[in-house]
Structure formats: C-alpha cells, structure tokens
C-alpha cells in the first residue's frame, strides 16, 4: 500500500536541509527551560511565556498569508480549520508540556536522547494506523538506541534516582504524541501548506498554553517576573518554537514524517555539548557509551529507512 510517507521524494537536500536545522533549533529548547527553572519559575509560567512570545508572529504570518492566497482562503473550511486546531493542541500544547514537566526531574542531556526515540514511533503509528508497509531491518536499530538509554538510565538510577522514572515517563509520553503529530500534521499540510497549518496549530497551542497559566496563576503573576524570565521566553519563544517549527514543517512538506524524524540526530549532540558546557551537567564513561549507542542506532535506523523508500520507488 503507498502511504504519504513512502511517495516522498528520496533525496531532497533542501528538505533535509530545514528538517536538520530545526532539530537543532529545537535542541536548545532544554536548555533554556533548564536555565529558567533555576530561577523558580513554574512550568505553566514558562510554557505560557513561550507561547506569548511566539504568538503575534503566527498571527501576523497568518493574516499576511490569508491576504495573500485567495487559494489558501478557499481551502479553510471549519473541518480543516478545526482538525489543524485539534492537531496543533497534541503536537505543540500537550507534547510541550509534557517535555516541560519532564525537564523538573531529569537533566536537559538524558530529555534530548529520551525525545530522540520519536522516530521509532513515527514508523510504529505508521504501520499500526496509517498503513505504512513495516520496515523489519530497522528493529536492531531501534533496539541499539533503547540499550543507550538504558545505560544512562541505570546510572542516573544509581547516582540520582528521585523523580527519574517519572520524568522519563512524561518525556517519553511528549515523544509518542509528538510522532503521532508528526502524521497528522503531514496530511492538514497537504490541504492547507506547512505555513498556514503551522500559524494555526501553533496559535491554538499558544492560546492554550495561556490559558492555562492564566487559570491557575492570573494575569498578576506575569508582573512578577524579572526581565532574565523575559528574555529566556523570548529565547524560547523564537529560537526554541518559531524559527524551528517553521523549518521542520517545511521539511516534513518535502521530504515526509519519516525521513524527518530521521534528521533528528543532530538535536541530541547540540544538547549535550551546551548542556555541559552552559549547565555543567556531568558526561561521564556512562553517558558517552550511552549516547553512541542512541546515535548509533539512529544512524541505522535513517539508513534502513532510507533504503526502504528507495526499494519502493
């Protein structure tokens, strides 16, 4: 059966090319959380400051675009407009807020290689819902990435083992709704294009987020903060969400969910260079070997899934 993610075009230097940078603009996303949380601010506040700072740029992209394209106006029908919504809130609200809650027990290194095991559930969804053919020469792979995180895991059990199992659970929960995003997203791109789906999905994230902190906190709790939360928001905000989101969308437009996922390789390296040298986390023997065998195992997995979609043409 030929699904969406299989008839994209095999080689697309462009689409790889914004797909990669993305994933390393999104890899600095924890390490400005982190940044953030020692300065006592809750996870509702943060995730609300990032929504508020990206926000008005999805806004005015939207109505630039919509003045623009008669053709994108005729395609916003309430079943597309409500379905971006709908998708935008599991892949940008939930998935963010998941990740954020996770990063309050484990360190921002150890939450970038948990995130990195979305592409194995980008290919499981789509062959449990989507109708993607399974690509069997890629479970050693998938099996090489989860030993490295094992390895790390089992030493943070040991060295500092409070909140470990839980926050690895929430990053593991932002990773599985994040790769089904990934399908869904692929096909509201399709009808609207990867700007205008983007604008609206993330604008109803934004909102919620907002929403949310507004409901628990109140509006009074934004005068509180000190202008170094303002300016990790902003960080967030248009280094962390805007420029990246953009440039994964775009490249998902090109070169599908799965070769997408597959670029992400680059996120987990950034992440523990700044997270070392910024946050001092430690690197030791455990987490260089750990870290090999999770980029090692994703390497196989882009190469196996590379050469299936070549197989199918």
């Not at 895991?153 to 932002?174: E, I, K, M, R």
């Amino acid at each position: 059966m030929s699904t969406i993610a299989g008839t994209q075009p095999a080689n697309d230097p462009i689409g790889y090319a914004f797909a990669v940078a993305g994933a390393i603009l999104f890899s600095t996303k924890g390490i400005f959380i982190k940044l953030a949380y020692g300065q006592g601010v809750s996870t509702e506040m943060l995730l609300s400051l990032r929504m508020i700072v990206a926000l008005p740029v999805y806004l005015v992209i939207l109505v630039t675009l919509l003045r623009r394209e008669n053709s994108l106006r005729r395609a916003l029908t309430p079943k597309t407009v409500i379905a971006s919504m709908a998708v935008g809130i599991l892949g940008y609200y939930l998935s963010s807020y998941l990740d954020f809650l996770g990063l309050n027990y484990i360190t921002a290194q150890y939450e970038r290689l948990v995130l990195f095991t979305y592409p194995f559930f980008v290919l499981l969804f789509g062959v449990w819902f989507f109708g993607d053919r399974m690509v069997w020469r890629v479970v050693p792979a998938m099996l090489v990435s989860y030993a490295g995180l094992l390895v790390i895991f089992g030493w943070n059990l040991a060295v500092d083992p409070d909140g470990l199992v839980l926050g690895t659970l929430l990053v593991l929960g932002s990773a599985i709704t994040f790769a089904l995003y990934q399908h869904l997203a692929k096909r509201q791109m399709l009808v609207l294009g990867s700007a205008l789906f983007t604008c609206i999905a993330m604008s109803t994230a934004a909102l919620c987020a907002i929403a949310q902190n507004l409901v628990l906190a109140g509006p009074a709790s934004y005068l509180a903060l000190t202008p170094q939360l303002w300016l990790y928001g902003l960080a967030l905000g248009v280094l962390g969400t805007v420029l990246p989101s953009f440039l994964m969308n775009a490249g998902m437009a090109r070169i599908g969910a799965r070769a997408t996922s597959s670029t992400a390789a680059f996120g987990p390296v950034v992440t523990i260079i700044i997270a070392v040298i910024v946050l001092s986390e430690p690197f030791t023997l455990f987490h260089g070997v750990g870290t090999a065998l999770v980029l090692a195992g994703s390497i196989l997995f882009a190469r196996a899934e590379r050469r299936a979609r070549q197989a199918l043409g």
